[in-house]
């Protein structure tokens, strides 16, 4: 079956970075498209940024220049690098992909920064 499992996430101060992994199974990898979702206590999760099977990459304007997305085919992982943190990111991150049709999610990894 399919799995996703996010790494990285933790505490860290406004300003600083982190990176995020994400750990995919039962799934072709080299050829999905994967993605980073977060949310914030309160609010609707939105889309942070994604990666096409061939490493284009997209991003949400409130993460554009600060956010990194890349992929490593050959371990099955996804990685979100995110620098110059605010506390407004503070979120669960998650990673998401689909197969045949169906989304699938990771449990997702707590990012909070702190002022």
């Known amino acids: 079956q399919v799995q996703l499992v996010e790494s990285g996430g933790g505490l860290v101060q406004a300003g600083g970075s982190l990176r995020l992994s994400c750990a995919a199974s039962?799934?072709?990898?080299?050829?999905?498209?994967m993605g980073w979702y977060r949310q914030a206590p309160g609010k609707q999760r939105e889309l942070v940024a994604a990666i096409t099977s061939g490493g284009l990459p997209n991003y949400a304007d409130s993460v554009k220049g600060r956010a990194t997305i890349s992929r490593d085919n050959a371990k099955n992982t996804v990685y979100l690098q995110m620098n110059s943190l605010k506390p407004e990111d503070t979120a669960v991150y998650s990673c998401t992909t689909t197969k045949n049709g169906i989304n699938y999610w990771g449990k997702g990894t707590l990012v909070t920064v702190s002022s």
């Open positions: 039962g799934i072709i990898f080299s050829t999905n498209v």
